[in-house]
C-alpha cells in the first residue's frame, strides 16, 4: 500500500542524515563572495555573503537538532573515517564567514567566529583522528581514508586566514593573531603532508572503484589554495616577531603550494572525466558536491591574493579568470541543492508500505 510521507518525518530523516560536511555550503558561499568582494562587484558579493550567512545559521540549528534528537547517529559519524572528518567543514565554514564579514568590516563579529572556530580546531583537531582513527578497533584504517581528511588541512589554515584578516584591525591582540596564524598555517602544513601520504596509500594500496573518486577529493586542491591565501594574508601582517622570523618561509611555500594546486586541477577533472564518463556514474546531487564550489572559491581568491603580496600579476589574473568559474558552479550546486530540497523534503510523496 502506498503513502504520502509527511513533511515532518521527511525532516526528521533530512535531520537525521544530515552530512556532517554540509558547513561546505557555508565555505563555498562565503569564499565566491570574498573573491567578488574583490573583484568589487558588491551587490553579488552581498547576496552570496547572505547565503553564506543564512546557511550557517540554518545549519546550526539543524545540527542542534540532530545532537538533541539523533545522538546515536552523530557518534557513528565520529567512528566513521568516511564521513568523520567532515565535522571539520564547522570551523572552515566559521572562518570563511568571519573573513567575509571583516571586509564589511564587522570585525566584531570576526573575533567572536574566530575564537569559536580556534576553539572548535583545538578540540575537534584532537578528537576527530583519535575517535575516527586511533580508537578504532577495525584495521586497517587506512582503507577508509578519502579527500574528506583534507578538511583537517582546511581547518587549519582557515584559522590563519581569519587570525590574519583580524590582525589589521587591533593593536593590541596583534602579537598574539601574528602567532596563531603562523602557528596554525604551520601545522596545517604537516597535517597536508599527513593527509596526502595516507590518502596516496589508500589509492595505491587498495582497489579504487570509479564510485570511491567522489567530490571530496577536490579538497586536496583547495587544501593547497587556502594554504596559498593563508600565507598571502600572513605576509601582509604587521611585523611581529613570529611574523619576521617566518616570513621567507611563508612566502617560498605559498608559491610552490599554488604550484602544486594548479597541478591538481587537470589531475581532478580527469578523475572525473574517469568516473562519470567513461564509467558512467551518475552525476547528481549530493551535499559532497559542496566540496568542488570551496576548492574552485579558493584557487580563486588565493590567486588574487598571492598576486598581489608577492608582485605576481600572472597569478592574480588567472585568480579574477577563475572566479568566474566558481561562479557558475556555485549557481548550478545551488539550484541542484534547492531542487533537490523541494523533491525530498518539501513535497509530498508517495512511500511503499
Not at 242 to 252: D, E, N, S
Request: glycine share 8%; charged share 10%.
Amino acid at each position: 500500500m502506498a503513502t504520502v510521507s509527511s513533511f515532518g518525518t521527511r525532516f526528521h530523516e533530512a535531520v537525521r542524515t544530515l552530512s556532517p560536511g554540509y558547513f561546505a555550503l557555508v565555505m563555498g558561499s562565503g569564499i565566491v563572495s570574498v573573491g567578488l568582494h574583490l573583484q568589487d562587484f558588491s551587490v553579488l558579493s552581498l547576496i552570496l555573503l547572505i547565503v553564506c550567512a543564512a546557511s550557517y545559521v540554518v545549519l546550526l540549528g539543524l545540527t542542534a537538532w540532530r545532537l538533541l534528537f539523533f545522538r546515536s547517529d552523530i557518534a557513528a559519524d565520529f567512528r566513521d573515517p568516511r564521513r568523520a572528518f567532515g565535522f571539520l567543514t564547522f570551523i572552515a565554514g566559521t572562518n570563511v564567514l568571519g573573513v567575509r564579514l571583516a571586509l564589511a568590516d564587522l570585525t566584531g563579529w570576526t573575533a567572536i567566529l574566530l575564537l569559536i572556530s580556534t576553539i572548535s580546531w583545538l578540540v575537534l583537531g584532537y578528537v576527530v583522528p583519535w575517535t575516527a582513527v586511533l580508537g578504532r578497533s577495525a584495521r586497517p584504517v587506512v582503507a577508509t581514508a578519502n579527500g574528506t581528511w583534507f578538511i583537517w588541512v582546511v581547518a587549519s589554515q582557515s584559522v590563519a586566514v581569519a587570525a590574519a584578516s583580524l590582525e589589521p584591525h587591533t593593536d593590541r591582540f596583534a602579537h598574539a593573531l601574528g602567532t596563531l596564524a603562523v602557528i596554525s598555517w604551520s601545522v596545517g602544513i604537516f597535517l597536508y603532508a599527513a593527509a596526502g601520504i595516507i590518502v596516496a596509500l589508500r589509492m595505491m594500496l587498495y582497489d579504487l572503484k570509479p564510485t570511491d573518486l567522489d567530490p571530496p577529493y577536490w579538497v586536496a586542491m583547495g587544501a593547497c589554495a587556502i594554504t596559498v591565501l593563508a600565507g598571502a594574508r600572513i605576509l601582509e601582517m604587521s611585523e611581529t616577531p613570529m611574523v619576521h622570523a617566518t616570513r621567507g618561509i611563508v612566502a617560498g611555500a605559498s608559491v610552490m603550494f599554488w604550484a602544486f594546486g594548479t597541478w591538481l586541477i587537470p589531475v581532478l577533472s580527469a578523475a572525473g572525466w574517469w568516473r562519470h564518463k567513461v564509467h558512467r556514474v551518475p552525476l547528481k546531487y549530493e551535499a559532497t558536491l559542496w566540496s568542488i564550489i570551496f576548492p574552485l572559491g579558493m584557487y580563486a581568491v588565493a590567486g588574487i591574493y598571492l598576486g598581489d603580496a608577492n608582485q605576481l600579476p600572472v597569478v592574480g589574473a588567472i585568480g579574477s579568470a577563475w572566479l568566474w568559474l566558481a561562479v557558475a558552479a556555485w549557481l548550478i550546486t545551488f539550484l541542484a541543492m534547492a531542487i533537490n530540497l523541494r523533491r525530498t523534503v518539501f513535497s509530498n510523496h508517495m512511500s511503499a508500505q
